[in-house]
């Protein structure tokens, strides 16, 4: 909280006035977010640098805090939306006895992170297409307890988990092709396309995903995610939690049918 007099200290602040001058709202935070991760003095003025330059926050400092973790992340790699928090809050109270459990679509793997953190018991996957994500992944792996794969959705799992994944979770992409440009620009430069562009209802790749759901999901499983409240409506699934702009919800195999096809 900001003290009166307090804003005479944050002017004289090198970061925050550098931030401040690139255009960046949230100066303040951002400096305090740098300071947090970051002591070396070399490292700060690589991540302020790269900051000021239009580099997004959590890819010039080299992690994201997700759901109380601290998980790396790196240029080129769909960093993790605080909204997708909801998806592991709601799957994990969802399915708490979950054994086996995969995040499709993993980006560096906050998902994966989170459920192995807060589902101990369980044997935790995560899937990604992209090679760079997947290495991230990999290291957030080792640190929280999963395993990455790289691969297009099921298809990369091993084959001994079919029928077996009792809670399956993903941020998918959904943005509607013509709402992608709408995107802030910093992040549009340094997160392939693919990890955002959902297609011309951003359901794309949600009914890519279901369509194989059946033969992956055990007979209790389920798959849950987040959509926009306008989207949910049009997806065979119940709503979990909900906003004004976001509705988690879980699918499972019977109840897509085949609306993935």
């Known amino acids: 909280m900001i003290e009166p007099g307090d804003d005479l200290v944050v002017e004289h602040d090198p970061i925050v006035a550098r931030l401040r001058a690139a ?20 490292d700060i003025e690589r991540a302020v640098e790269s900051r000021t330059e239009g580099m997004p926050l959590e890819h010039a400092v080299g992690v994201a805090e997700f759901a109380g973790l601290t998980v790396a992340v790196a240029d080129g ?20 006895d979950a054994r086996v459990v995969v995040d499709l ?7 994966a ?26 290291a957030n792996g080792r640190r929280f307890g999963f395993t990455a794969h790289h691969g297009s959705w099921w298809d990369a799992l091993p084959t001994a988990l079919r029928g077996r994944v009792d809670l399956a979770v993903g941020y998918l992409p959904h943005v509607p092709t013509d709402r992608v440009e709408r995107i802030h620009p910093d992040f549009r430069a340094h997160e392939p396309r693919h990890t955002v562009d959902g297609g011309p209802t951003g359901l794309d790749q949600v009914r890519a995903v279901a369509a194989p759901m059946g033969d ?24 979990l939690s909900a906003d004004d ?13 085949h609306w993935g096809l």
């Open 23 to 42: 255009g960046c709202v949230f100066a303040e935070a951002e400096a305090a977010f740098i300071r947090r991760h970051l002591q070396d003095t070399g």
């Open 77 to 96: 790699v769909f960093v993790p939306r605080l909204r997708a928090e909801a998806i592991a809050s709601s799957a994990a109270a969802h399915r708490p």
């Open 105 to 111: 679509g993993c980006g560096c793997g906050a998902l």
């Open 113 to 138: 992170a989170t459920l192995a953190s807060r589902l101990p018991g369980a044997e935790v996957h995560a899937v990604d297409i992209d090679p760079a994500s997947v290495v991230v992944a990999r």
């Open 216 to 239: 992956w999901l055990s007979p209790e499983g389920v798959f849950v995610t987040l959509l926009s409240t306008e989207q949910a409506a049009s997806v065979p699934g119940r709503v």
């Open 245 to 257: 702009e976001d509705a988690v919800m879980v699918l499972d195999g019977a109840a897509v049918g």
